[in-house]
């Protein structure tokens, strides 16, 4: 009996750790775009995702990422540019569900198998009331300049002032 249960547990464990990555929120794929053609394995494509922002309600970004094809990229062994775009957008009254600090992370997703990643992070312009967002990749041995940004003014949405977002800075 004892032997049963020391035997379940590492399989009850490695059932989570494999049902994990599905059970996380990512973000939501709006759709993909060819670049080339590769006549016996998948092309490179350009993907467009939105994530919404975790800590600010009524704002979503959307990322345009490169996805390399071909045989590496099939494995999952490609690494792909660190060219990535951004525009952020209030879609609905902005509410803030906790306090964060200058350049918190809003998502971040792997560019290569082992070291590479790309990051989305937020930031307030108190004086003005903007958010502003930011993405960039970086890489164990040497990051990449390559970056976009994107600014969210926070405006009223129906009846009533909107929230700054200096009064949910850390």
């Not at 590492?10 to 494999?18: N, R």
């Not at 094809?69 to 099939?74: A, D, H, K, L, P």
């Not at 062994?77 to 957008?89: F, G, I, P, W």
Request: one cysteine or more; aromatic letters at 10%.
């Amino acid at each position: 009996m004892a032997l049963g249960k020391a035997f379940g547990r590492p399989i009850m464990l490695a059932a989570l750790l494999c049902a994990a990555p599905a059970m996380a929120e990512g973000p939501d794929l709006i759709f993909r775009q060819s670049t080339d053609f590769k006549l016996l394995t998948p092309n490179d494509k350009l993907a467009t995702y939105g994530i919404d922002d975790p800590l600010v309600d009524g704002v979503v970004c959307y990322f345009t990422e490169h996805e390399k094809g071909g045989v590496s990229g099939t494995l999952g062994l490609a690494e792909n540019t660190s060219d990535v775009s951004l525009a952020c957008r209030q879609y609905g009254p902005i509410r803030f569900t906790a306090k964060f600090s200058q350049g918190d992370e809003v998502f971040s997703g792997r560019r290569s198998l082992f070291f590479k990643r790309m990051h989305i992070v937020r930031g307030c312009d108190a004086t003005r009331n903007v958010l502003v967002y930011m993405v960039y990749s970086d890489k164990i041995v040497e990051g990449s300049p390559e970056n976009s940004t994107s600014a969210v003014a926070i405006l009223p949405w129906g009846s009533g002032a909107p929230q700054r977002c200096s009064d949910f800075m850390k």
